[in-house]
C-alpha cells in the first residue's frame, strides 16, 4: 500500500540556517509526489510537486526538493530560512494514476524558527 | 486566498447530530475533492466528485456522504456524529490533471 512517512515531527531551526525536511515513500510506480504547507488556522498552499523529469524541483518561497528514486525519498530544502517559513509542513504522493488530488499525507513536520 | 470556499469555518455540535458542509470550487474547475485532518489520523482523503459524478473514494465512513449539483458546489454530509469525528474538513477543487487548491477548512467539533 501506498504510504508516505516523514520522520520528523517537529524541528526548530535559527532563522538564517539551512533546513531540510525528510520525507520517505512506497509506491508502487512513479510516484507523483508533492509537499504542502500549512500555516496556523490556513489551508494547504501547495509548495512544489514532482512528476517526472529533473529530479531537482524549484517550488515557491524559495523552497527546492529532490527526488531520489533509489531511497524512496522526497526531501524539501531551504537554503536560508525566514521567521515567516514557521508552519506544518506535508510532503504527499499522489495515489490515484494520474490524478493530483487523491493524495495520500504523510503526517506532517512543524517548523519553528528561533530568532 | 485559493478561490476555493468553504463555510461555515467553525461548527460545534452535539454527538449524534447531522451537520453539512459547504464547498464552493474556483471557477472551472470541476473536480472537488474533501479531506479530512484529525490529530489521531492526520490528512486523510475522503471523496472526490467530477462534474457532478462520485470519481474516487477514500477513506469515508458510511456516515459520511457528499455530493457535487449541477453549479458543481458540493457539499458533505456528517451524521450520527461522534466524537472522534471532530476534526477539519477541507474541500479543494481542480482542473482534471491538475494542481488542487484547497479551502481553509472547516472545523467542526462534537461534544
Known amino acids: 500500500a501506498q504510504s508516505v512517512t516523514q520522520p520528523d515531527i517537529h524541528i526548530t531551526v535559527s532563522e538564517g540556517a539551512s533546513l531540510e525536511l525528510r520525507c520517505n515513500y512506497s509506491?508502487?510506480?512513479?510516484?507523483?509526489l508533492f509537499w504542502y504547507v500549512q500555516s496556523p488556522g490556513q489551508g494547504l498552499q501547495l509548495l512544489l510537486k514532482?512528476?517526472?523529469?529533473?529530479?531537482l524541483v524549484q517550488g515557491i518561497k524559495g523552497f527546492e526538493a529532490e527526488f531520489k528514486r533509489s531511497q524512496s525519498s522526497f526531501n524539501l530544502r531551504k537554503p536560508s530560512v525566514h521567521w515567516s517559513d514557521a508552519a506544518e509542513y506535508f510532503c504527499?504522493?499522489?495515489?490515484?494514476?494520474?490524478?493530483?488530488?487523491?493524495?495520500?499525507f504523510g503526517k506532517g513536520t512543524k517548523l519553528s524558527v528561533k530568532p | 486566498d485559493s478561490g476555493v470556499t468553504q463555510t461555515p469555518k467553525h461548527l460545534i455540535t452535539a454527538t449524534g447530530q447531522r451537520v453539512t458542509l459547504r464547498c464552493s470550487p474556483r471557477?472551472?474547475?470541476?473536480?472537488v475533492y474533501w479531506y479530512q485532518q484529525s490529530l489521531d489520523q492526520g490528512l486523510q482523503f475522503l471523496i472526490q466528485?467530477?462534474?457532478?459524478?462520485?470519481?474516487a473514494k477514500g477513506n469515508i465512513l458510511e456516515r459520511f456522504s457528499a455530493q457535487q449539483f449541477p453549479d458543481l458546489h458540493s457539499e458533505l454530509n456528517l451524521s450520527s456524529l461522534e466524537l472522534g469525528d471532530s476534526a477539519l474538513y477541507f474541500c479543494?477543487?481542480?482542473?482534471?490533471?491538475?494542481?488542487?487548491?484547497f479551502g481553509e477548512g472547516s472545523w467542526l467539533t462534537v461534544v
Open positions: 479543494a477543487s481542480s482542473v482534471v490533471g491538475n494542481t488542487i487548491y
Open positions: 509506491y508502487g510506480a512513479t510516484p507523483y
Open positions: 514532482y512528476f517526472s523529469g529533473d529530479t
Open positions: 504527499a504522493v499522489g495515489a490515484g494514476g494520474g490524478s493530483q488530488g487523491n493524495l495520500i
Open positions: 471557477s472551472g474547475d470541476l473536480s
Open positions: 466528485y467530477y462534474n457532478g459524478e462520485e470519481r
